[in-house]
């Protein structure tokens, strides 16, 4: 056997070593995915790097302005000694108010985060003064945004304020989630909005017909599936699926009501996405600012403290990594599609 015959043979026994490792450790990565509830809670205090930041600039400028020099140093020096002598006492901090952040994907997979915090902040024993969520979503699928925006309502249920703050886009299922809040605050230039459902699926029947490839559909009840990737879709099909994204729309519009009953859904329940200053006008929102600037002014008061829960990766994602995990979450989950799964918010 000659050199090249070896090679190929020792890289195909490695190769076989490495799928087998790999499908071991996703069997076990299953089976430690069974409890989504491991993870850890990573506390962060706002208030204290905020003081921070203010104080090693503060000392900056000190150290600078303390050497003689003419120009700009020295009216820098003279701007630092006349805020020294107005500078008053820091009032001190009542309470506390807890941060939290979701950023959506299409399958709002922080949903399992958001809620075990929610949850920890409901099992306190001292109310917060607020809450406050910055969000960031461009929306997803139906049923995993009404289950964060439901994570999310739990707060207000409890009649613990709460603020949502949008600095980028929180628009369809994103924005279902901002209504479940008290207060929506946004920057000037965010994207809110996008009161509408999509949906686009892919059909590659022809392809496998001209290939004489035959799938076979069996179901019990008529419109237990409606449209599908690899089958015939029919008329019939086609007008029961229009239904579904209609009826979901009229959920969604339904939903935006009852949490903000002042605003006029209909007339902005078109799909149209508004900028921060155009969505105030509309009554989408209500008050057009950075989230920094609500953090530092709830700072001056409260003890503000970032919460974050962070899961716990199961054996799979640390042995192969995210990707190759993500890679075979996507294929099992392209195999057992719904229709619904195409439906986006």
């Known amino acids: ?201 892919p059909n590659i029947h022809r392809f496998l017909k001209r290939h004489d490839v035959d799938v076979e559909l069996h179901t019990a009840g008529s419109h237990k599936r409606t449209l599908t990737v690899l089958g015939e879709n029919t008329p019939e099909g086609r007008r029961k699926f229009r239904d579904d994204l209609a009826n979901t729309h009229r959920l969604f519009k339904s939903w935006i009501h009852d949490k903000r009953p002042e605003l006029d859904v209909e007339a902005v329940a078109d799909g149209s996405i508004f900028y921060g200053q155009e969505a105030l006008e509309k009554g989408l929102v209500d008050v057009i600012s950075p989230s920094d600037d609500i953090l530092r002014h709830l700072a001056t008061q409260h003890t503000v403290l970032h919460l974050a829960w962070v899961q716990k990766k199961s054996l799979a994602r640390r042995l192969t990594g995210d990707v190759l995990s993500e890679a075979t979450t996507r294929a099992e989950s392209w195999l057992t599609k719904r229709s619904e799964d195409f439906t986006r918010l």
């Open 1 to 201: 056997m000659d050199v090249w015959s070896q090679y190929g043979l020792f890289v195909l026994q490695a190769l076989t070593v490495v799928l087998v490792v790999v499908f071991i450790a996703a069997a076990f990565g299953r089976q430690s995915q069974l409890d989504e509830s491991k993870g850890r809670l990573v506390i962060t205090d706002l208030s204290a790097r905020f003081d921070a930041q203010r104080d090693q600039l503060g000392e900056a400028v000190k150290r600078a302005s303390s050497h003689p020099s003419k120009g700009r140093w020295g009216r820098v020096r003279e701007m630092f000694a006349r805020s020294e002598k107005s500078k008053q006492p820091s009032p001190s901090r009542d309470g506390v108010v807890y941060v939290l952040d979701f950023k959506g994907d299409i399958q709002a997979s922080r949903a399992e985060a958001l809620k075990q915090e929610i949850t920890t902040i409901l099992n306190l024993d001292v109310r917060p003064i607020e809450v406050v969520v910055r969000l960031e979503s461009p929306g997803g699928l139906v049923h995993r945004y009404g289950f964060a925006a439901s994570e999310l309502a739990r707060l207000e249920a409890a009649d613990i304020p709460t603020t949502v703050c949008v600095d980028t886009v929180a628009a369809s299922g994103g924005y279902m989630m901002a209504v479940c809040a008290r207060r929506i605050v946004a920057s000037p230039f965010a994207i809110l909005g996008s009161i509408g459902v999509v949906a686009q699926v």
